[in-house]
């Protein structure tokens, strides 16, 4: 991330913090803290992160980790300001990592009548995920989000300015958002150079995430690393994106929301680090529908469009078109839930650099189950098998088709 947007978001905290609020803030802010311990037993490829091309975010054979412990800060500054900040820490293959994964303030006036409006300033996710809640942004049903909102939390959380408007229409309610944001250039890197996966890993600010094998044409441009959270060129939102929302609820059991991303990037730019911009661009749709009074259903289909690098005889270095859908089926117990989900997910690659070999296609299966033990913990656990074809594992000495299975047993407090 650039000086200036580090600036924007110490002023952020320092707002939040400012003795002027103080006696506010203490008196009326809120402290939450959750987390979970795992025992994880997975096969298959070494994990991207640690080197290899594999699917999920674990290492091969059994291990006991800590999964992620997220604490969570919302102060209230008044009727209609309040604020909420997220530290975080989670395990992953040989290390574990910490940092903000959120932190802005937020505008809800109290309203009354058909047209309400708030709005957001800060480091946030974009409404997106149907598999997400909380200050603190966790799996609400599963232990492992689908690969569509695994690459939300890993690559597409911007530095954004959100205005939302809620409007009662008879028996419908519309809600409509809108933001400009920045911070979020190379959305798409790690998407295109290893594929989509599965996992709960969020980006953390400031922090990198390692990126897979690259060609020798990339590889003697590009680092084996990406900034998700980063304006590539000088400044902070000096090439400002955006992304707009429209949800629906009409007086019937489902919801429907249709969400677009376009964070502006631009393809050419590079800094000192060999990061580049990339255009990024996608539309998502998702649906909730309610079966019966215990048991919903849960749907995304999103579809999108990377490119990066320079123009050469026509063709642009990288032009990735990707797309993945998933269905989740939930039903509520007395004291806990399961859950089942399919998904099937996809890129394809007609740049000058990579092309092809860096295609993938797959699918993935999922069965999860929790039960509470107390109010403040909660036993879950969790199957995935994952399958794909992906012709650049050749160049490691693969076979392109490969298949990963995990199981996991999470212990999750909450607080």
Known sequence: MSLRAYSFLAGLAALVASPAAAQSTVATGTWSAGGDVRLTAADGERSWLDGGLGKLGSERGVNATLGRADLSWQPRFGWDLSGVVVGTLQGGPGRITGGISQAYLAIKPLQGGRLRWSGRLGLLWPPVSLEHGGADWHVTDTITPSAINSWIGEEVRPAAVEASLTATLGEHRLVVSGAAIAANDTAGALL????????????????????????????????????????????????????????????????????????????????????????????????????????????????????????????????????????????????????????????????????????????????????????????????????????????????????????QASLRFRW
Not at 279 to 304: E, H, I, S, Y
Not at 312 to 324: A, L, P, Q, V
């Open 192 to 407: 295109t150079y290893r594929g989509w996966a599965l996992h709960d890993r969020v980006t953390l600010a400031g922090r990198a995430q390692p990126l897979a094998i690259l060609s020798e044409e990339i590889e003697a441009a590009q680092p084996h690393f990406t900034h998700p959270l980063l304006d590539v060129k000088p400044g902070f939102a000096r090439r400002p994106g955006y992304y707009g929302r429209l949800g629906w609820s009409p007086p019937l059991p489902f919801h429907l929301e249709l969400f677009h991303y376009d964070n502006r990037g631009d393809p050419e730019a590079v800094n000192a680090d060999l990061e580049w911009g990339w255009r990024t661009r996608f539309t998502n749709l998702g649906a909730v529908v309610d079966l019966a009074p215990a048991t919903r259903l849960k749907v995304q289909a999103l579809t999108g469009r990377t490119r990066m690098g320079l123009v050469e005889d026509g063709r642009i270095w990288i032009d990735n078109r990707f797309r993945s859908a998933f269905a989740l089926l939930v039903h509520d117990l007395p004291r806990g839930g399961v859950a089942a989900r399919v998904e099937a997910f996809g890129t394809r690659n007609r740049g000058r650099y990579i092309d092809d070999e860096y295609d993938e296609r797959g699918w993935a299966a999922t069965l999860a189950g929790h039960r509470e033990l107390t109010p403040a913990t909660s036993l879950w656990l969790e199957a995935i098998h994952i399958a794909s074809r992906r012709e650049q594992r050749e160049d490691i000495g693969l076979e392109p088709s490969q298949s990963q299975d995990q199981l």
